[in-house]
């Protein structure tokens, strides 16, 4: 019911930023938490963080002070900032909405790869 497309992924060098975007569409998706999780080869998924939509944050410890969420409501769009880019910040990136009216469903974006390497 929700459709999720991802953008902005690609090569950074350490110290460098990229901005990832993650459109939404469908039925009353401005009722939807928004986030991205990512996994590295061989590595756990694991969350980067989540924004509801009166924007509450929530961030990993690995990503804070360095990454920001946000999000534009009218656009149904949600953004990761991410600065000061590590060589360990190299993953897939997913995109992720959590449907919080009934019935509760979680949807996943195809994934976007985040390179940091010089």
């Known amino acids: 019911q929700v459709d999720l497309v991802e953008s902005g992924g690609g090569l950074a060098p350490p110290g460098g930023s990229l901005r990832l975007s993650c459109a939404a569409s469908?039925?009353?998706?401005?009722?939807?938490?928004m986030g991205w999780y990512r996994q590295a080869p061989r590595k756990q998924r694991e969350l980067v963080a989540t924004?509801?939509?009166?924007?509450?944050?929530v961030y990993a410890d690995s990503v804070k002070g360095r990454f920001t969420i946000s999000r534009e409501n009218a656009k149904h769009t949600a953004y990761l900032q991410m600065d000061s880019l590590k060589p360990e910040d190299t993953a897939v990136y997913y995109c992720?909405?959590?449907?919080?009216?009934?019935?509760?469903?979680?949807?996943w974006g195809q994934g976007t790869q985040v390179t940091v390497s010089s």
């Open positions: 992720y909405s959590r449907r919080t009216l009934a019935p509760v469903e979680d949807y």
């Open positions: 469908g039925l009353q998706v401005g009722f939807n938490v």
């Open positions: 924004i509801t939509p009166g924007g509450t944050t």
